[in-house]
């Protein structure tokens, strides 16, 4: 007899509990424990201020972001286009009769990006010869520092085949290769759809 008046006494407590908050006043009740009468207790809204709202668009502002990480897309041009054009950034070294330059672009503009050249009085005053094997080791010594500073470390050279074996382009190679610049990129990577 015990147990059943300990069963009819949390029965009576129970729905005096409902009738009091009422069925609809709590959302989460649960009629079958006394448990299931607390409630979580409201988050506060967090308050933002102009500065810490969080823009519902995203806009990259580093287009290079992409070609660092191989993704984006390399324009391929034509096959029968010399010097080909599946490249980020092309890096193009010439001597003339008096000077040496090489010049690093881009895929998207005609312009090139850095240039560096013996006719800059910078790099023509530490010289005797602006056509010498000195100098286009110089020369790649300068745009290698500069290629690090504007962020890029990676592009495609490729030297004139009959060109490539001589003092002068191997020495700006060189050059190049110790100042941190890797003259071949990424292959391109495919995502799948």
């Known amino acids: 007899m015990s147990v059943l008046g300990q069963i009819t006494g949390n029965v009576r407590f129970l729905l005096g509990q409902i009738q009091r908050c009422g069925p609809f006043a709590i959302p989460n009740v649960c009629t079958t424990s006394g448990r299931c009468l607390s409630q ?11 500065n810490e709202e969080v823009s519902p668009t995203f806009i990259n502002r580093n287009p290079r972001n992409l070609e660092q990480m191989a993704l984006a897309v390399k324009d391929r041009g034509w096959k029968t286009t010399w010097p080909h054009r599946e490249c980020y950034h092309r890096l193009v070294f010439s001597r003339t009769q008096h000077h040496v330059t090489a010049e690093v672009f881009s895929t998207t503009s005609a312009v090139p990006i850095l240039t560096c050249t013996t006719k800059e009085w910078s790099i023509k005053r530490e010289l005797g010869s602006t056509r010498s094997v000195a100098a286009c080791q110089a ?27 001589s003092d002068s382009v191997q020495s700006f190679r060189t050059a190049m290769k110790e100042g941190g610049i890797t003259l071949s990129e990424q292959r391109r990577k495919y995502i799948g759809t």
């Open 40 to 50: 979580v207790a409201p988050q506060p809204e967090p308050s933002t201020d102009d």
């Open 139 to 165: 020369v790649g010594e300068v745009l290698a520092q500069r290629c690090q500073k504007a962020g890029i470390t990676r592009m495609v050279y490729r030297a004139i085949p009959w060109q490539f074996r």
